[in-house]
Antibody
Framework: QVQLKETGPGLVQPTQTLSITCTVSGFSLTSYYMQWVRQTPGKGLEWMGF???????EYNSEFKSRLSISRDTSKNQVFLKMNSLKTEDTGVYYC?????????WGQGVMVTVSS | DIQMTQSPSFLSASVGDRVTINCKASQNINKYLDWYQQKHGEAPKLLIY???NLQTGIPSRFSGSGSGTDYTLTISSLQPEDVATYFCLQHSSRPYTFGAGTKLELK
């Protein structure tokens, strides 16, 4: 059974770095692209970037300067790191597995950026 | 970037009504358009992928159509459990972009 679960800090202070882990089961990260999407009150749903099955990455230029996506295939985990957080980065962050023509989404993790 | 203009933003309809939601892309997206349903506090749920392919387990009252820049999600007979917000997603070119959403309520 395919499962994706995001875990994160919940609360992050402005200017700090956000780290979120997506732990997957039921499939191999070396066979699928893994996407990151966020949903914020200000901008709605935004595609952030992905890591390919081969390990290379691509980012939305909106985030490129402060976003990093990586993975540990031995632990079945994908990581999102974003620095220089602002209050506008408050929202729900999702990882998703891209299959042919469709995505399987995790439940999402809420992140609040506040001092 | 491809802009997705979704309409209407808000829709009120009665049980049994036929409902249509539209997404217009700022350029041709070659049918790489998905539709999602999101209920409060939940992750988006895929309904339709690549314009007109019904995701496994989704009721057949949901359908999609379109080509080029114009796409439509249709609910043939609205049910109470369809109350939700609906989004389109284009994955024709990066950055992938979403519509702003349509909030569907019961009249």
């Amino acid at each position: 059974q395919v499962q994706l679960k995001e875990t994160g800090p919940g609360l992050v202070q402005p200017t700090q770095t956000l780290s979120i882990t997506c732990t997957v089961s039921g499939f191999s990260l070396t066979s699928y692209y893994m996407q990151w999407v966020r949903q914020t009150p200000g901008k709605g749903l935004e595609w952030m970037g992905f890591i390919r099955s081969g390990g290379s990455t691509e980012y939305n230029s909106e985030f490129k300067s402060r976003l990093s996506i990586s993975r540990d295939t031995s632990k079945n985990q994908v990581f999102l790191k974003m620095n220089s957080l602002k209050t506008e980065d408050t929202g729900v962050y999702y990882c998703a597995r891209e299959r042919t023509g469709s995505w399987d989404w995790g439940q999402g993790v809420m992140v609040t950026v506040s001092s | 970037d491809i802009q997705m203009t979704q309409s209407p933003s808000f829709l009120s309809a009665s049980v049994g009504d036929r409902v249509t939601i539209n997404c217009k892309a700022s350029q041709n997206i070659n049918k790489y358009l998905d539709w999602y349903q999101q209920k409060h506090g939940e992750a988006p749920k895929l309904l339709i992928y690549n314009t007109n392919n019904l995701q496994t387990g989704i009721p057949s009252r949901f359908s999609g159509s379109g080509s080029g820049t114009d796409y439509t999600l249709t609910i043939s007979s609205l049910q109470p459990e369809d109350v939700a917000t609906y989004f389109c997603l284009q994955h024709s070119s990066r950055p992938y972009t979403f519509g702003a959403g349509t909030k569907l309520e019961l009249k």
